[in-house]
């Protein structure tokens, strides 16, 4: 397989919502550099994204992809980028995967739950461990989003559960709600890709037969959900709102995110009166959640 990089420059305020539309679009790594004639503004904590007034993304797709398609999309998500240059840069060929594989570690969620690469053994066999890869779904535990849905998991369990996971991508809450005692779970995403990468990663947990996936809009009527996930975005969110509600079994639980923490309050306003959020935050991300 060969690679290409996709590289753009846009401001820091843009940069951590742009990362999460490329990974959406289909990018297996995306990395931040500083951009022309920038400095960090002020000192920063470890682990902080330097406070460069622009930064540049590059972003590693598979040379198969339509890159047409994926700087179209950016362009109608972000209108700031609609004269920004994109450029592409084809890699020399080696093995890419591999190379990620080898940066891709045990990542822990307190309590016992691990998400691991099936190249590592687990830190704790014991511990409930979600055996999962990179790929091209996104979802893998690394980005803010997904891990406040499994920090949330972690201390909440999900046991005897009916859960829904709205853009599953990799499947990973699904999968996680069914190794912490849900009865059943339901995978939904726009992407067949991802459902496909859903169905293997709960064969991978030997979760598979309690395990069910569909398209965006093919969703049986009379489903309703114990547990709702939908780590998207902020403005899908709110446009799915009636959608989402619709799918709650009485004294359902939801929770949100995919929700930047300054659109925290937006999302929490745009849900009520129906339901009343709670927030919790991670780096420059939110989860919304309640009980309906």
């Not at 726009?190 to 037969?209: G, H, Q």
């Not at 899908?236 to 925290?264: F, H, N, Y």
């Amino acid at each position: 397989m060969t690679w290409t990089n996709l590289q753009f420059s846009c401001s820091h305020q843009l940069a951590r919502e742009t990362e999460t539309a490329l990974e959406e679009l289909g990018a297996t790594a995306v990395t931040f550099g500083e951009g022309a004639d920038a400095a960090p503004q002020f000192q920063l904590e470890p682990g902080d994204l330097p406070q460069w007034e622009q930064v540049q993304l590059t972003a590693l797709f598979d040379s198969r992809q339509d890159f047409g398609r994926i700087t179209r999309a950016l362009r109608r998500r972000f209108p700031q980028l609609a004269d920004t240059p994109m450029d592409l840069e084809a890699l020399p060929e080696q093995d890419w995967e591999r190379a990620w594989m080898e940066q891709f570690k045990p990542i822990h969620f307190g309590h016992d739950l691990w998400i691991c690469p099936t190249s590592c053994a687990p830190p704790d066999p014991a511990a409930t461990n979600i055996m999962l890869d990179p790929g091209l779904a996104f979802g893998t535990g690394t980005h803010a989003t997904t891990a406040l849905c499994m920090r949330w998991l972690a201390q909440h369990r999900a046991d005897g559960q009916i859960v829904l996971d709205y853009g599953c991508g990799s499947g990973i809450l699904a999968i996680t709600a069914l190794k912490l005692g849900a009865r059943q779970a339901t995978g939904v995403d726009i992407d067949p890709r991802a459902l496909t990468a859903s169905r293997e990663n709960a064969l991978k947990n030997a979760v598979s037969d309690r395990f069910d996936t569909c398209l965006h809009g093919e969703l049986r009527e009379d489903f309703r959900a114990d547990l709702l996930f939908a780590n998207i975005l902020a403005n899908t969110l709110i446009e799915l709102k009636p959608l989402l509600l619709s799918r709650l079994a009485p004294g359902a639980t939801i929770v949100l995110s995919g929700v930047l923490r300054d659109q925290a309050q937006q999302v929490c306003a745009a849900f009520r009166p129906e339901i009343d959020l709670q927030v919790e935050t991670l780096d420059d991300w939110a989860l919304l959640y309640s009980v309906a």
